[in-house]
């Protein structure tokens, strides 16, 4: 089964798989704790500026931009306790 990440990566169309990339991340942001909270927010991040820096660049919707944004602040927060290595403190 191909999904849509795979099927826009096959397509060529670097926005197109940038896109599917962001959403599958989004997704999986709202369903993770801990640890990969910092993780995939900060790879939601790079996401979503190599997005805005492509050429012709599209506005984003502000519940994109409010998902961003809530989901930098929950990786700000992680972040204290998750070392770049991804393990906790104290564990």
Partial sequence: MVGPV????GSGDRRAALEA?????ATELESIEGPAVA???KELRATLAELESLPGGR???PVDDLSARRAARRADAQGGNVPAGGVERGT
């Avoid at 795979?6 to 990566?9: C, F, L």
């Avoid at 990339?21 to 991340?25: F, N, Q, S, Y």
């Fill in 6 to 9: 795979s099927s826009a990566a």
């Fill in 21 to 25: 990339v962001r959403d599958k991340l």
């Fill in 39 to 41: 993780v995939l927010s």
């Fill in 59 to 61: 506005e984003v919707s």
